[in-house]
C-alpha cells in the first residue's frame, strides 16, 4: 500500500494534475453554487473536456475536484440563500441559513467548510484503507457474481427511491436498460433494435443521454417556475467574520468524528448516497445532543450546520468504494463518472489496482489535495464567488442550455445527436412531472452493457441458467436483490394493515 | 387518469413493440453456427421485455401501496396547472435549440451561437439589446477559442459559402 501511495503522490503532484484539481475545485464551487444544477449536471457538462484531455488519470482528477466543489458550492447556496443547489445540501440549510439570517454567514461558512474538509478527508482515509481489501475480494468473483452483484446494485438504487416509489424507480431502471441494448453489442457484433438508421448503429451516446436526464429537465424547471432558485427572501450576502470559538470547535469535533465514519458507510452502500447520509447524519445529531442543544437546532445550531456538511462530503468519497473495486456505480454521479472513464479506454473494478495503480492512486491523493483547495482556496474566495448568484435567470438559462448543447454536440461532433438530446430531454421533463425518479435510469443504461455481458459470459460457461444454483454466492445475491425490492412494499403493506387493524402474522 | 399511469401504460406499449421486436423479428438473422449457443442476440432483451411488462403493470394498476400524498412545495412542479407556468417560454427555448441544432452545421458556430444566446435572454424577457448582444458575442467568442484553440475540436465557425 506505502509503494501505491507514493505511486499516488508523484503522479497527483505533477503540475498538470495539480491545476486539475484546482480547476475543478473551482469550476465545481462556481456552478454547484448555481440554483438548480447538482454535481451530476455539471460532470455531464465536463466530460467532454475531461475527455479531450486524453490522461484518464488526469480527467478523473478533473471530475472528482469538480463532484466535490460542487458539493461545497452547493452548501454555500443553501447558507446564504435557503437555495440548496443539491438534493445533498438541503440539510445543511435547517441551521446554515438560520445562522445567516442572525448575521454569521461567514463563521457558517467556514463551519462547513471544516467539517466537509474533515469529513472528505477521514472519508478518503478509510477509502485508502477499504478499497485495496475490498478489491482482493472482489478478484475471486466470477462474471456470475458480477452479474448479480449489478443486480443488487440495481435493486438497491430503486428500493432506496423511497415508499410507492419503488416499482416506478424499477421501471426507469428497465427503460436504462433497453436503451442500453441499442445498436451494435460487443459480445455479438450483430446490431439490434436500430430500426435500420445509421444514427443508432453506434448506440445512444451516454453524455447525451446524462444532459438530457439531468440538465435539459434541470433548466426546463428554472424557465417554468421561476420562483425555483431564488427562493431565499433577499438572504444577507454580507460575510464577514470567517472564524468560529475554540468553544464551537470543541462542540464539533465529535460530531464531525461519528458522522465522517457513519457518512462514508452510508456512501459505499449502492442507492444510497450523499443525501441520505447528511439527512440521516443531521437526524442522529439531533438525538444523541443534549436537551438544551436540541432546542438549537433548526436555529442555528454548530453541530446540526456540522452533521450534515460531514456526513455528504463522507459519502461521496465513500460512494466512490464500489465504483473503483467493484467497477459499479452506487449513485448517478459515479455512474457518470463510470461512464466517462470507459469512454476513456479504462475499465474500473478489482484489476484497476493492480493494472494502472497510478490511476486508483493519484485519484485518491488528489482527493485529500482537493479538500485542501476547497478549505483554503475557496473560502478566502467564497465572497467573491458568491457573486455568481447574482446573475439575472436571463443571462443564466441560455448559458445553461447552451453548454448542455455544446456537451453533447463536442463529445460527438454530430448535429443529430443534438435533435435527440432535445426529444429525450423533453421525455425526461415529463418523466419529472410524473414523479419518476431518473437516476435509475441512467445507471441501468450504463450498466446495462456490462450486465448483459456477464449474463452471457456466465450462460456461455455453464450452458444455461444452471449458474444461478452451482454457484452459491451468486443464488444468495439474487435472493437479496428479490428481498430488497419486495421488503419495501410489503412493509408498507404491513403498516398500512396494521393501521387498519388487522395486522397479520405479530 | 394520473400522468404516471398514463406513462405506465405508454411504457407498456414500448415493452410490447420492443418485445415483439426481440422474439420474433431478431432470431431469424441468426447464423446457424450461433443457435447452438445457449444464450442469443435475443435472451436478454426477451427477459427485459417480460420484467418491463411486469412492473409496468404494477405501477399501471397501483399494485404498490402508496404514502399519502405529499404537500407541494412552492418550487415543485405540479403538473395539473402547467398553464399557471411560462410554459410558453419553455416552449419557445426548446423550439430555438431545435433550430439551433439544424442551423450550427450550415449557419456556423459563431453566428449560430452568437443568435441563440441572444434570442434565449430575448424569450426569457430582457430587453437591453446592446447589452444582450455584447455578453453573447463575447461568450461565443470565448467558448471557440477553447474549444478549437486549446481543446483542439474543430468548430466550423462561418457559414458554409465563406469556405471551411
Given at each position: ?5 507514493m ?8 503540475l ?18 448555481l ?8 460532470i455531464?457538462?465536463?466530460i ?6 486524453g490522461?484518464?488519470?488526469?480527467a478523473l ?14 452548501s ?21 441559513y438560520?445562522m ?42 466470477h462474471s ?17 427511491a ?28 450483430m ?9 443508432l ?14 440538465a435539459l ?32 470547535g ?27 447520509a ?8 439531533r ?8 432546542k ?14 460531514t456526513?455528504?462530503n463522507?459519502?461521496?468519497t465513500?460512494?466512490?468504494?464500489p465504483l ?7 449513485s448517478?454521479?459515479t455512474?457518470?463518472?463510470?461512464g ?99 437516476a435509475p ?5 450504463i ?13 456461455q460457461l ?6 444461478v444454483l ?10 437479496m ?26 | ?17 420492443y ?6 423479428t ?11 449457443n ?8 426477451k ?7 411486469i ?15 405529499k ?40 453566428l ?13 424577457g ?20 477553447l ?18
Amino acid at each position: 500500500m506505502l509503494e501505491g501511495i507514493m505511486i499516488g503522490l508523484t503522479a497527483a503532484f505533477s503540475l498538470q494534475n495539480l491545476l486539475m484539481v484546482v480547476a475543478g475545485c473551482l469550476i465545481g464551487t462556481f456552478i454547484g453554487m448555481l440554483p438548480g444544477l447538482g454535481p451530476m449536471s455539471i460532470i455531464a457538462i465536463m466530460i467532454p473536456v475531461a475527455i479531450t484531455l486524453g490522461d484518464p488519470a488526469a480527467a478523473l482528477i478533473l471530475l472528482a475536484g469538480v463532484y466535490y466543489g460542487a458539493i461545497f458550492g452547493g452548501s454555500t447556496s443553501s447558507i446564504l440563500l435557503n437555495a440548496p443547489g443539491v438534493a445533498g445540501t438541503v440539510a445543511t440549510s435547517f441551521d446554515g441559513y438560520p445562522m445567516a439570517q442572525k448575521g454569521q454567514a461567514g463563521k457558517a461558512l467556514t463551519i462547513a467548510a471544516v467539517a466537509s474538509f474533515a469529513g472528505g478527508t477521514i472519508g478518503a482515509i478509510l477509502l485508502m484503507v477499504f478499497a485495496p481489501a475490498l478489491s482482493t475480494v472482489a478478484l475471486l468473483f466470477h462474471s456470475a457474481e458480477y452479474f448479480a452483484l449489478m443486480v443488487v446494485g440495481l435493486s438497491a438504487i430503486a428500493a432506496f427511491a423511497g415508499t410507492g416509489q419503488v416499482a416506478k424507480a424499477l421501471m426507469m431502471t428497465m427503460l436504462g436498460l433497453m436503451l442500453a441494448t441499442v445498436g451494435e453489442g460487443a459480445l455479438f457484433s450483430m446490431p439490434r433494435f436500430t430500426l435500420g438508421l445509421m444514427d443508432l448503429q453506434s448506440g445512444i451516446s451516454f453524455i447525451t443521454l446524462a444532459m438530457a436526464m439531468f440538465a435539459l429537465p434541470e433548466a426546463m424547471f428554472l424557465v417554468l417556475n421561476p420562483a425555483r432558485g431564488t427562493n431565499g427572501e433577499g438572504g444577507s450576502n454580507k460575510i464577514t467574520g470567517l472564524r468560529f470559538s475554540r468553544a464551537e470547535g470543541r462542540a464539533m469535533m465529535p460530531v464531525i468524528g461519528r458522522q465522517s465514519v457513519q457518512g462514508f458507510f452510508i456512501g459505499v452502500l449502492p442507492g444510497a448516497g450523499a443525501t441520505i447520509a447528511s439527512f440521516l447524519g443531521y437526524a442522529v445529531e439531533r438525538n444523541l445532543a443534549s436537551p438544551e442543544e436540541q432546542k438549537e437546532f433548526g436555529k442555528g445550531s454548530v453541530k446540526g450546520l456540522a452533521a450534515p456538511e460531514t456526513a455528504n462530503n463522507a459519502a461521496c468519497t465513500g460512494s466512490f468504494v464500489p465504483l473503483l473495486t467493484l467497477g459499479i456505480p452506487g449513485s448517478g454521479t459515479t455512474a457518470i463518472l463510470l461512464g466517462a472513464l470507459i469512454a476513456l479506454n479504462v475499465t474500473p473494478g478489482p484489476r484497476l489496482m493492480t493494472d494502472t495503480p497510478e490511476i486508483f492512486w493519484a485519484v485518491i491523493i488528489s482527493m485529500f489535495i482537493g479538500n485542501l483547495v476547497l478549505l483554503i482556496l475557496n473560502l478566502p474566495l467564497i465572497p467573491y464567488i458568491a457573486k455568481i448568484l447574482t446573475i439575472p435567470r436571463e443571462y443564466l438559462i441560455p448559458f445553461i442550455l447552451f453548454f448542455t448543447l455544446m456537451g453533447a454536440y463536442i463529445g460527438q461532433n454530430n448535429a443529430t445527436e443534438l435533435l435527440i438530446l432535445v426529444g429525450l430531454g423533453v421525455v425526461a421533463t415529463i418523466l419529472r412531472f410524473a414523479d419518476y425518479p431518473l437516476a435509475p435510469l441512467l445507471i441501468g443504461f450504463i450498466l446495462g452493457t456490462m450486465l448483459e455481458d456477464n449474463f452471457s459470459r456466465s450462460m456461455q460457461l455453464y450452458q444455461g441458467v444452471g449458474f444461478v444454483l452451482e454457484r452459491p454466492m451468486t443464488l444468495a445475491l439474487l435472493v437479496m436483490a428479490l428481498l430488497l425490492v419486495l421488503l419495501p412494499s410489503y412493509r408498507a403493506r404491513r403498516a398500512r394493515k396494521r393501521a387498519e387493524g388487522v395486522a397479520d402474522g405479530d | 387518469m394520473a400522468l404516471d399511469r398514463w406513462i405506465a401504460l405508454i411504457f407498456i406499449t414500448f415493452c410490447c413493440v420492443y418485445g415483439y421486436l426481440a422474439f420474433f423479428t431478431m432470431d431469424q438473422l441468426l447464423p446457424p453456427f450461433m443457435q447452438r449457443n445457449p444464450v442469443w442476440p435475443s435472451t436478454f432483451p426477451k427477459v427485459l421485455s417480460v420484467l418491463g411488462i411486469i412492473v409496468g403493470l404494477v405501477v399501471l394498476f397501483g399494485l404498490e401501496s402508496h404514502s399519502a400524498e405529499k404537500e407541494p412545495s412552492a418550487t415543485d412542479i405540479n403538473y395539473r396547472r402547467l398553464h399557471d407556468y411560462k410554459l410558453g417560454q419553455a416552449l419557445m427555448l426548446l423550439g430555438l435549440m431545435v433550430a439551433y441544432a439544424l442551423m450550427l452545421r450550415p449557419a456556423g458556430f459563431l453566428l449560430s451561437t452568437t443568435v441563440f444566446l441572444f434570442a434565449g435572454s430575448a424569450v426569457l424577457g430582457e430587453r437591453k439589446w446592446l447589452r444582450m448582444l455584447l455578453v453573447a458575442g463575447i461568450a461565443t467568442g470565448c467558448v471557440w477559442y477553447l474549444v478549437q484553440e486549446v481543446l483542439g475540436i474543430f468548430l466550423r465557425p462561418f457559414p458554409f459559402f465563406m469556405g471551411t
